[in-house]
């Protein structure tokens, strides 16, 4: 069975389409990251799915149940974690009552409820912290009650709006590691980012989306498409005739960013060497050499282009 199942989704406010026929499906088990700029829709795209705001028009289905069925619809938030883009928690109580009081809401039996807030507090080092309220908390940690909220009640299926927008990246591993566990699991996550490199790495399929989804794939194919890595090479000082040499050797673009200059190459192992000893024999005098992986805008421009 199809865990999510997405048809023609649309959503308008007024005349402005923010999320414009969205189709796919998530099997049980299934990350699938939606990759997306500010403003792409990704956080329209959850609500509707977790049925906190009405669609304009096309189909969402959460398991068996339709989100535009009010009986359904109560069903849904129960078998459901969200973790929302705005932490959202009551800050005068302690981090153990606002689980309590959000796995009470679920009307999760009180025994595995106890159970589930121990297990995500102590996997979120927050366990000696339990007991403050959650507004002396730090932004980090305040997340990982957020996280911890939206799975005491073992929801089946977990929607996460950028779990990891603004936290350090120690913080932001640990919550990434507690996604990798729950898709051992067996859980479903759809879970919102812009940033790239963690869709790639959690993530078993990723949709491409800015208003509309552009493209629905793997990892892997989905970096293969721009095969873009470039070489960045930092000069002591930018000049016009070693910008000549480099381009003389033709690689796929040359940009210029201050005192680097930015080589895209189809073959970099091979084609790094020879531009940086061009470089050398024409005066340059260059600082560093390093290489940049296929970028989110890199990847928008290849597929909006075709
Ligand atoms: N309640 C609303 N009324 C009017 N416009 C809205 C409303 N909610 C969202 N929008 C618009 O819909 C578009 C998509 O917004 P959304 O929040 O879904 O983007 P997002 O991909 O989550 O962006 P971000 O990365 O900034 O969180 C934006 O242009 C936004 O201004
Ligand atoms: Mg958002």
């Known amino acids: 069975m199809k865990m999510i199942e997405v048809a023609n989704l649309t959503r308008k406010f007024?005349?402005?389409t923010a999320v414009d026929s969205l189709t796919f499906t998530l099997d049980r088990g299934e990350i699938f990251g939606l990759l997306g700029p500010n403003g792409a829709g990704k956080t329209t795209t959850v609500r509707m799915l977790c049925c906190l705001?009405?669609?304009?028009?096309?189909?969402?289905r959460i398991g068996d149940l339709d989100t535009s069925d009010s009986d359904d619809a109560m069903k849904i938030r129960k078998m459901i974690g969200l973790v929302p883009d705005n932490v959202g928690l009551y800050e005068t109580l302690s981090a153990y009552a606002n689980l309590e009081f959000y796995g009470r809401m679920y009307e999760f039996p009180e025994k595995q409820l106890k159970e589930n807030i121990q297990k995500y507090l102590k996997m979120l080092d927050l366990w000696d912290k339990k007991d403050s309220p959650v507004g002396s908390f730090s932004k980090g940690m305040k997340?990982?009650?957020?996280?911890?909220?939206?799975?005491?009640?073992?929801?089946?299926?977990?929607f996460m709006d950028e779990p990891t927008a603004n936290l350090d990246p120690e913080a932001a591993k640990t919550i990434r590691d507690v996604i990798l566990d729950l898709r051992k699991e067996n859980r479903t996550i759809l879970l919102n980012t812009h940033n790239l490199d963690e869709a790639q790495r959690i993530c078993n399929r990723i949709g491409v989306l800015k208003?509309?989804?552009?493209?629905?794939?793997?990892?892997?194919?989905?970096?293969?498409?721009?095969?873009g890595r470039k070489t960045v090479i930092l000069l002591e000082e930018m000049n016009n005739k070693v910008l000549g040499v480099v381009?003389?050797?033709?690689?796929?673009s040359v940009e210029t960013e201050g005192n680097k200059i930015i080589v895209g190459m189809a073959d970099?192992?091979?084609e790094t060497p020879a531009i940086i000893t061009a470089i050398v024999s024409a005066g340059g005098k260059v600082r560093s050499v390093s290489e940049t992986g296929a970028s989110l805008e890199d990847i928008y421009l290849h597929l909006v282009r075709e």
């Open 211 to 227: 208003t509309r989804l552009i493209a629905v794939d793997t990892p892997e194919n989905l970096a293969k498409l721009v095969s």
């Open 268 to 270: 970099p192992d091979r």
């Open 247 to 252: 381009r003389a050797l033709n690689p796929r």
């Open 143 to 158: 997340q990982k009650v957020s996280l911890a909220r939206a799975l005491v009640h073992d929801p089946e299926v977990l």
């Open 53 to 60: 705001i009405s669609k304009t028009s096309g189909s969402a």
């Open 14 to 16: 007024g005349g402005f």
